[in-house]
């Protein structure tokens, strides 16, 4: 049977600062580790402990796995602060369960993302670019605080022109230099012309800004059980032991961390 508490060896190759608080870590393991776009992985830092993320690189490159982390917490902190390139973590996973991409199939994909939440999305997005005439066409709206807290900035500007693609980013505070939309994510979500009756909506980031994304979804027409969800909260151990991610009667680590609206909305204060 195989060792789920076992962590797979893995080398620093590449470390991209994204924005003043978000690191991308490129990860080269001693062995190719597959994912489905949505799970994630136990990141060992040795000596120091373990968090969970979410890969932010595509799941069809096995070779080497990337994680865009925001420094937040002590872990998070002390990868941002001490690991080196040809340094060594320890990755565990894959772990939950991801995005129903098979599912969407022939419809309207609308990805709503914010803040280090496009770092998963990514992820999601790189599939579904992988195989784009799967569907009918691709949303993507994207929020930040400002241009600076935008991570992917570059890639961001080749994505807006591939074909099938309809995307708007938007920033809470502009700049001299910016000249995209100023306001918070929600304020782009009308007037793309979806048609909700035959699309899927996707949302990450922050947990008041997937609340207030997901009412005003609702209210755009699109069905309870069309609306995914990442709601990576409290996540410990990873494989449903420690309960510290209870989402209600469900685990987040096992059950999710994507969750359809009709699987949480019942509970009180689900975000």
């Not at 998070?76 to 996973?93: P, W």
């Not at 129903?100 to 990514?122: C, M, N």
């Not at 570059?154 to 910016?178: A, C, F, H, P, Y």
């Not at 069309?226 to 209600?248: D, Q, W």
Request: charge should be positive.
């Amino acid at each position: 049977m195989e060792n789920i508490y076992r962590p797979i060896k893995a080398k620093v190759e590449n470390i991209i600062q994204e924005t003043p608080n978000i690191k991308t870590f490129v990860l080269r393991p001693e062995e190719p580790m597959r994912f489905a776009a949505g799970q994630f992985m136990q990141v060992t830092y040795p000596g120091i402990g373990e968090a969970p993320f979410t890969p932010s690189s595509s799941m069809y490159q096995t070779e080497t796995l990337e994680f865009s982390i925001m420094k937040a917490g002590q872990v998070t902190s002390l990868l941002h602060e001490q690991l080196k390139v040809g340094e060594y973590v320890g990755l565990r996973g894959p772990l939950g369960k991801g995005y129903e991409i098979d599912k969407w199939h022939g419809k309207e994909v609308f990805v709503v993302g914010g803040g280090v939440g496009l770092a998963p999305l990514r992820a999601l997005l790189l599939a579904l670019f992988h195989n784009i005439n799967n569907y009918k066409k691709l949303y993507i709206r994207f929020g930040g605080r400002s241009p600076q807290d935008l991570s992917y900035k570059e890639q961001l500007k080749t994505w807006e022109k591939k074909d099938k693609i309809d995307m708007v980013v938007s920033v809470d505070r502009g700049d001299e230099k910016w000249k995209g939309k100023v306001g918070i994510v929600t304020t782009i979500l009308e007037g793309s012309g979806i048609d909700p009756k035959n699309a899927v909506a996707i949302v990450c980031g922050p947990p008041i800004m997937m609340k207030f994304v997901t009412l005003k979804l609702v209210d755009l027409g699109f069905a309870d059980n069309t609306i995914y969800l990442s709601m990576e909260k409290n996540m410990s151990c990873g494989v449903g032991k420690c309960f510290h991610c209870n989402v209600g009667p469900h685990l987040a680590c096992k059950d999710g961390p994507v969750f359809t609206w009709d699987k949480v909305k019942v509970i009180p204060d689900p975000f």
